[in-house]
């Protein structure tokens, strides 16, 4: 009849291609979805870095330098932003230009 198929849904009928995708249930999709997972699960061991803790971290006293540090300086660019002037810099329309 004139239409040839190729095997990844491709068709060409009189010099125009056409492409169908038949519909995906959700079954397939949550299938596909965890499928996607797996490798994020499984390497998440090799995070460990050999310790066989959470980021490494060996010694409850670690975590204190792991949560103050990045504290420290949320806090310290909190007040600098409280500081700094509020206006808008581009906001101002210069009347010398159109």
Not at 35 to 54: D, N, R, Y
């Amino acid at each position: 009849s004139g239409v040839s198929v190729a095997p990844i849904g491709v068709s060409r009928r009189a010099g125009v291609m056409e492409m169908s995708a038949r519909p995906v249930s959700k079954k397939t999709m949550s299938a596909a979805r965890l499928i996607a997972f797996a490798p994020i699960v499984s390497v998440a061991p090799a995070l460990a870095e050999g310790t066989g803790e959470a980021l490494g971290i060996d010694s409850n006293l670690l975590f204190l330098p792991l949560i103050l540090i990045p504290v420290a300086f949320f806090v310290l660019f909190a007040q600098f932003g409280s500081q700094q002037n509020n206006e808008d810099f581009f906001g101002e329309k210069d009347d010398r230009r159109n």
